[in-house]
């Protein structure tokens, strides 16, 4: 995402409604059907930057707060076997949108989606509105301002050397619904993805030390991951309330520092509506002042770190309407070192509690960022894994339709949280289970850590549900093939293939060649 730093205030492409009026009829579509699960195929993870635009930030900030950027948004792609990569819908929103299609060339270097697509339908009494992500202008941004017209065109993505898919020409994406006003909500430009082979080959972990100005100057730490392209540095972690999130740094002509604009987007809640930034501030006070400073740092080749100045402060923040801004974390004297990760084995779970009732069978269990001598793990490296009597259970869109995640779980990533199957609070995990098997017995959960290909598993949590005990059950560290045993097929009694668990009796046939029977009731 080269020349960030030429602009002020980016990125911000928060669901949030915004109305403008389209200023030309969209070409007409031919189809309102929306694509919300994605089908079978092969399926990839790629990381997005762009760059957006939200009305809702001119209108309460000014002129100077109309852009925001969002840097390496994980996007999931499925490429089926006639060579159609379905996608995720490149704007960010509150409400989950349908998936957009293209068409992947004979070499695999070219991905061409031709749009109107329709990616989400609305009814609101007798009314239905679809709407559709379209190309406005493909000349994209001109002098920072939008031109609403929507055009039918192809959009053109090109696999460049390095392993980043880029747009074949600048352009602005926008979100409209089919009413007769055209009324448009959502626009980026200029996204190009990132291959999960090149964020492996260019990542480096660091052990990132902070102090928490919010929680009353308490030191933290945890483990941040640098990407580097060119003189463009991208660094998750540095946010600690959301370590997934990533924040970019650009580097300017003819400085040693790199500098990290404000207004980047961390996250948006899609049950709150709020979307939160990260800023910066130069003062000892650590308020978020003008919200279009940026942030300094320097790397010493010396020590192999990252030094962020005593006196800026990373602030995260959400728009709030009444009071213009809320800040409900500050954090200052950032330093990152270089850290040498190593396979090492991860302490146990903890505090298992059960309750079955109406809604079906929840657990919440405790996990810790450390290993068995209390030292930090990586969590980006780090998932836990739940059994039903010493079953990995495998958690599915099938099983579970409001998971975030769209393939099946067998590790949970440490970080994941859909809000309803499974969410997390601090070290805290609650899991739902459907279609839980009335006959089991037991439910176990445990960590699992991979580091440079070798997996190393915590002893496991084992919870006796007759009894309401659990307990700690010692193994012994296991192969990496051993570790990724999982369901791979299901059938019924009768021999019939199951798309999913289902009522009765289920035959499973697992990874490693061996088949279990689960009784569902």
């Known amino acids: 995402m080269t020349n960030h730093l030429l602009c002020s ?16 009829q969209a070409t007409a579509l031919t189809t309102d059907t929306v694509t919300t699960n994605l089908p079978e195929g092969v399926v990839t993870t790629t990381y997005l930057n762009g760059k957006s635009f939200d009305n809702s930030l001119l209108n309460n900030f000014g002129e100077d707060f109309t852009f925001s950027y969002f840097s390496l948004k994980p996007q999931l792609w499925v490429t089926t076997k006639d060579n159609t990569v379905w996608m995720e819908t490149p704007l960010l929103a509150n409400r ?16 061409t989606v031709s749009l109107p697509q329709p990616v989400l339908n609305i009814t609101s009494g007798s009314d239905k509105y679809t709407y559709y992500v379209a190309l406005s202008n493909a000349d994209g941004f001109a002098g920072d301002t939008i031109t609403n017209k929507f055009e039918q065109h192809d959009l053109v993505y090109t696999l460049n050397d390095n392993g980043i898919w880029e747009p074949r020409e600048k352009y602005l994406l926008g979100l409209y619904n089919s009413s007769s006003t055209k009324e448009s909500y959502a626009f980026t430009s200029e996204s190009e993805y990132f291959t ?19 929680s009353g100057n308490k030191a933290g730490s945890l483990v941040a991951t640098i990407v ?49 930034f990260f800023s910066a ?97 990586d969590i980006t490296s780090a ?3 739940l059994y039903l009597d010493d079953v ?9 339709p409001r998971m975030e995640s769209d393939t099946t779980l067998v590790i949970i990533p440490w970080l994941y949280d859909d809000y309803y199957t499974i969410s997390k609070s601090s070290n805290n995990r609650y899991v739902e289970f459907n279609n839980f098997p009335a006959d089991t017995k037991t439910i176990g959960v445990e960590v699992v850590y991979t580091v440079n290909g070798v997996t190393m598993v915590s002893d496991r949590l084992v919870y006796d549900i007759s009894t309401g005990k659990s307990t700690t059950t010692g193994i012994k560290p296991i192969s990496a093939a051993y570790s990724n045993i999982h369901p791979v097929a299901r059938y019924s009694i009768d021999g019939k293939r199951l798309h999913s668990i289902e009522k009765g009796i289920n035959i499973i046939r697992m990874s490693d060649g061996t088949v279990r029977k689960v009784l569902v009731k």
């Open 9 to 24: 205030g980016l990125v911000l492409l928060a669901g949030m409604a915004f109305h403008a009026s389209a200023s030309a």
């Open 96 to 111: 989950k949108l349908g998936y957009m299609h293209g068409k992947l060339s004979s070499d695999g270097k070219t991905i």
């Open 196 to 214: 999960s082979d090149f964020i492996n080959k260019n990542s480096s972990k660091y052990k990132y030390n902070y102090n928490n100005v919010a």
């Open 228 to 276: 580097k392209n060119g003189t463009d540095t991208y660094i998750k972690g540095f946010v600690p309330k959301y370590p997934d999130a990533w924040i970019y740094f650009g580097k300017p002509e003819k400085e040693d520092s790199i500098y990290a604009p404000s207004a980047q987007i961390v996250d948006i809640s899609e049950s709150l509506g709020n979307t939160y």
């Open 281 to 377: 501030k130069f003062d000892s006070e650590g308020e978020v002042g003008s919200l279009l400073y940026g942030m300094k740092a320097k790397f010493n080749d010396t020590s192999n770190s990252l030094n962020i100045g005593s006196n800026s402060f990373c602030t995260l923040w959400f728009p709030d309407y009444m009071e213009g801004y809320s800040t409900p974390q500050r954090y200052n004297q950032s330093v990152l070192t270089h850290w040498d990760i190593q396979p090492v084995k991860p302490a146990a779970p903890s505090g298992f509690a059960y309750h079955s009732g109406s809604n079906g069978v929840e657990v919440k269990f405790s996990i810790t960022p450390k290993d068995v001598d209390g030292n930090d793990i």
């Open 383 to 385: 998932g836990y894994r």
């Open 392 to 400: 990995p259970y495998e958690f599915t869109k099938a099983d579970n």
